[in-house]
């Protein structure tokens, strides 16, 4: 791990054990942390037991293993709670999971991927995780297509090089010809659709998210197994109910909608919002 020219060594090496345990599922050892890392264990177990100290850290007393503390939480939380999307989509996708039973999700883009923002799971659509805070490809995701909308193709080419639409499953979209035709078929629409594209047995519908400017902010998406998404029989109902909570989020954020055109009483056009 090199450090950033102008950057403080110790705050950098600090985050990235931090991240090192984000990204681990199970608690780990010193020594995962240091490969994990690239740091050297006692350079390691100093940083670790810093942090415990902080309580962005916890030991376990009995197996000696580490893992995120608490007090992250609280910091995750503090961040959420100022965030303009997460505090007005918040109670939207709460009551849209309720109603549907199904999973509700909201996303950002950052850089070349998804971040959840939040989401809610319904009875039809548990999961044994949180999805808050994670990350996902813009390119097999509905979610991520939705977000894609507000990009015009050079702009998802720069961010998104051929080599980086990796194919998760048989289904996955991994060249921009077909990139492009889902992006303009999600635009002329309203919505994006994902079938099987980043795990089998699973879809989504998902709708942009604009704020008071008309740019793409993020994205809302109903999601779960197939058996509960049912497109084929559920797909006229699942995007009107999407696109309206999109909508939602997006008016209380400010959007006014496109501009259009009226007349005049004396017959000249008129661009209003």
Known sequence: MAAEPGSNQSVERALTVLRALAAGRTELRVSDVAKATGLGLSTSSRLLATLEGMGFVDRDPVSGLYRLGLDMVSLGGAVLNSHPVHREARQTAQDLAAELG??????????????Y???????????????????????ATGL?????????????????????????THRTVTTHDQLDDEIT???GRGYATEV????LGRACVAAPIRDGSGTVVAALSVSGPLSAIDLPNREAGLVRVVIEAADSVSINLGYVGP???VPHQAGAPEVVS
């Open 185 to 187: 078929r999600a635009a």
């Open 117 to 139: 923002l939040l989401n809610f799971e319904g009875r039809q659509a548990p999961r044994p995780f949180v999805l808050a805070g994670q990350y996902n490809p813009l390119h």
């Open 144 to 168: 991520g297509k939705a977000l894609l909308t507000g990009l015009t193709g050079e702009e998802r080419r720069a961010l998104l090089p051929a080599a980086a639409l990796h194919a998760y």
């Open 196 to 199: 099987e594209e980043l795990a």
């Open 102 to 115: 199904l999973g509700v999700n909201v996303a950002v883009r950052r850089g070349d991927r998804l971040f």
């Open 259 to 261: 501009a259009h055109v």
